[in-house]
Protein backbone atom coordinates (compact mmCIF):
# COMPACT_ATOMS: atom_id res chain seq x y z
CA UNK A 1 0.00 0.00 0.00
CA UNK A 2 1.53 3.16 -0.63
CA UNK A 3 2.19 6.03 1.81
CA UNK A 4 -0.01 8.33 1.90
CA UNK A 5 1.75 12.29 1.58
CA UNK A 6 2.44 14.65 4.65
CA UNK A 7 -1.02 16.28 4.62
CA UNK A 8 -2.42 19.31 7.04
CA UNK A 9 -5.29 18.47 8.62
CA UNK A 10 -7.96 21.04 11.15
CA UNK A 11 -10.12 19.25 13.74
CA UNK A 12 -12.89 21.14 14.44
CA UNK A 13 -15.17 20.60 18.09
CA UNK A 14 -18.40 23.25 17.33
CA UNK A 15 -20.31 25.08 19.63
CA UNK A 16 -21.89 28.19 19.70
CA UNK A 17 -20.24 29.53 22.80
CA UNK A 18 -17.18 27.92 22.27
CA UNK A 19 -15.85 26.21 19.25
CA UNK A 20 -12.58 24.18 19.39
CA UNK A 21 -10.07 24.00 16.75
CA UNK A 22 -6.51 22.21 16.36
CA UNK A 23 -4.25 22.12 12.82
CA UNK A 24 -2.15 19.36 12.94
CA UNK A 25 0.23 17.87 10.43
CA UNK A 26 -0.04 13.77 9.79
CA UNK A 27 3.12 12.55 8.24
CA UNK A 28 2.29 8.48 7.24
CA UNK A 29 2.11 7.74 11.47
CA UNK A 30 4.00 10.74 12.92
CA UNK A 31 2.10 13.29 14.60
CA UNK A 32 2.97 17.38 14.98
CA UNK A 33 1.30 20.02 16.78
CA UNK A 34 0.95 23.49 14.58
CA UNK A 35 -1.68 25.14 16.50
CA UNK A 36 -4.86 25.13 18.50
CA UNK A 37 -7.44 27.58 20.04
CA UNK A 38 -11.07 28.63 20.85
CA UNK A 39 -13.16 30.75 18.64
CA UNK A 40 -15.59 32.57 21.51
CA UNK A 41 -18.54 34.19 20.34
CA UNK A 42 -20.96 36.90 22.16
CA UNK A 43 -23.54 35.69 24.39
CA UNK A 44 -25.42 38.69 24.00
CA UNK A 45 -25.38 38.73 20.17
CA UNK A 46 -28.29 37.18 17.95
CA UNK A 47 -27.45 33.64 16.72
CA UNK A 48 -26.76 35.08 12.56
CA UNK A 49 -24.65 37.24 14.32
CA UNK A 50 -22.66 34.67 15.86
CA UNK A 51 -22.57 32.23 13.20
CA UNK A 52 -21.30 34.43 11.40
CA UNK A 53 -18.82 35.45 13.61
CA UNK A 54 -18.12 31.51 13.68
CA UNK A 55 -17.85 31.30 10.18
CA UNK A 56 -15.22 34.51 9.28
CA UNK A 57 -12.88 33.13 12.44
CA UNK A 58 -12.79 29.97 10.77
CA UNK A 59 -12.02 31.31 7.20
CA UNK A 60 -9.51 33.19 9.06
CA UNK A 61 -7.65 30.26 10.64
CA UNK A 62 -7.90 28.55 7.13
CA UNK A 63 -6.41 31.24 5.43
CA UNK A 64 -3.79 31.43 7.29
CA UNK A 65 -3.09 27.95 7.88
CA UNK A 66 -4.05 26.28 4.47
CA UNK A 67 -5.11 22.85 6.09
CA UNK A 68 -6.04 20.31 3.11
CA UNK A 69 -8.51 18.36 5.04
CA UNK A 70 -11.10 19.02 7.79
CA UNK A 71 -12.92 17.18 10.38
CA UNK A 72 -15.84 18.03 12.67
CA UNK A 73 -17.07 16.27 15.51
CA UNK A 74 -20.60 14.75 15.13
CA UNK A 75 -22.77 16.01 17.70
CA UNK A 76 -24.65 14.57 20.32
CA UNK A 77 -28.13 14.97 21.37
CA UNK A 78 -28.93 16.04 24.30
CA UNK A 79 -32.17 16.43 26.62
CA UNK A 80 -32.53 20.21 25.86
CA UNK A 81 -33.62 20.89 22.37
CA UNK A 82 -33.11 23.94 21.76
CA UNK A 83 -29.02 23.75 22.84
CA UNK A 84 -29.15 20.95 20.44
CA UNK A 85 -30.49 22.80 17.37
CA UNK A 86 -27.91 25.86 18.54
CA UNK A 87 -25.17 23.22 18.40
CA UNK A 88 -26.45 22.09 14.82
CA UNK A 89 -26.64 25.78 13.88
CA UNK A 90 -23.04 25.76 15.12
CA UNK A 91 -22.16 22.35 13.57
CA UNK A 92 -23.30 23.52 10.19
CA UNK A 93 -20.75 26.71 9.76
CA UNK A 94 -17.99 24.30 10.78
CA UNK A 95 -18.64 21.65 8.03
CA UNK A 96 -19.93 24.80 5.54
CA UNK A 97 -16.58 26.86 6.18
CA UNK A 98 -13.95 24.81 4.93
CA UNK A 99 -16.55 23.15 1.71
CA UNK A 100 -16.72 26.73 0.84
CA UNK A 101 -13.20 26.85 -0.18
CA UNK A 102 -13.02 23.26 -1.32
CA UNK A 103 -11.35 21.21 1.77
CA UNK A 104 -12.47 18.06 2.05
CA UNK A 105 -14.39 17.95 5.09
CA UNK A 106 -15.26 14.72 7.30
CA UNK A 107 -17.10 13.69 10.38
CA UNK A 108 -16.65 11.76 13.66
CA UNK A 109 -18.81 10.61 16.58
CA UNK A 110 -17.51 11.36 19.73
CA UNK A 111 -16.94 7.35 20.61
CA UNK A 112 -14.69 7.06 17.74
CA UNK A 113 -12.77 10.58 18.49
CA UNK A 114 -12.23 9.03 22.33
CA UNK A 115 -11.36 5.09 20.98
CA UNK A 116 -9.10 6.50 18.47
CA UNK A 117 -6.97 8.94 20.67
CA UNK A 118 -7.41 7.24 24.01
CA UNK A 119 -8.45 3.51 23.18
CA UNK A 120 -11.76 3.81 24.57
CA UNK A 121 -14.70 5.17 23.68
CA UNK A 122 -15.96 5.41 27.36
CA UNK A 123 -12.48 7.94 27.91
CA UNK A 124 -13.15 11.22 30.29
CA UNK A 125 -12.56 14.29 28.75
CA UNK A 126 -9.26 14.32 31.22
CA UNK A 127 -8.27 10.94 29.80
CA UNK A 128 -8.57 12.89 26.15
CA UNK A 129 -6.41 15.71 27.09
CA UNK A 130 -3.41 13.54 28.66
CA UNK A 131 -3.41 12.03 25.36
CA UNK A 132 -3.66 14.82 23.12
CA UNK A 133 -0.85 16.43 25.33
CA UNK A 134 1.38 12.87 24.95
CA UNK A 135 0.71 12.88 21.02
CA UNK A 136 1.47 16.39 20.64
CA UNK A 137 4.11 18.07 23.03
CA UNK A 138 3.65 21.54 22.43
CA UNK A 139 -0.09 21.95 22.34
CA UNK A 140 -1.60 24.44 24.32
CA UNK A 141 -4.88 23.59 24.94
CA UNK A 142 -6.34 26.60 26.80
CA UNK A 143 -9.90 25.35 26.96
CA UNK A 144 -11.04 21.35 26.94
CA UNK A 145 -12.50 22.44 23.44
CA UNK A 146 -9.26 23.04 21.80
CA UNK A 147 -8.13 19.86 23.07
CA UNK A 148 -11.27 17.78 21.30
CA UNK A 149 -10.49 19.53 18.18
CA UNK A 150 -7.03 18.42 18.28
CA UNK A 151 -8.39 14.46 19.12
CA UNK A 152 -11.07 14.83 16.30
CA UNK A 153 -7.94 15.87 13.81
CA UNK A 154 -6.21 12.84 15.50
CA UNK A 155 -8.66 10.70 14.52
CA UNK A 156 -8.92 11.65 11.24
CA UNK A 157 -5.07 11.31 10.92
CA UNK A 158 -5.35 7.67 11.65
CA UNK A 159 -8.83 7.39 9.99
CA UNK A 160 -8.20 9.16 6.67
CA UNK A 161 -7.09 6.69 4.05
CA UNK A 162 -10.26 4.38 4.07
CA UNK A 163 -12.41 7.65 4.20
CA UNK A 164 -11.02 9.46 1.85
CA UNK A 165 -11.34 5.98 -0.12
CA UNK A 166 -15.34 5.59 0.93
CA UNK A 167 -15.69 9.51 0.52
CA UNK A 168 -14.33 9.47 -3.60
CA UNK A 169 -15.93 6.37 -4.20
Known sequence: MARLASVLILGIDPGLRFTGWGMIEADGNRLRHIADGVIATENTDSVPLRLKALHDALTLLMEKFRPEEAAVEETYVNRNGAATLKLGYARGVALLAPALIGIPVLEYGAMRVKQSVVGTGAASKDQVQM???????????????????LA??????????????????
Open 131 to 149: MVRRLLPGATLRRADAADA
Open 152 to 169: VAICHAHYRSTKLVWAVA
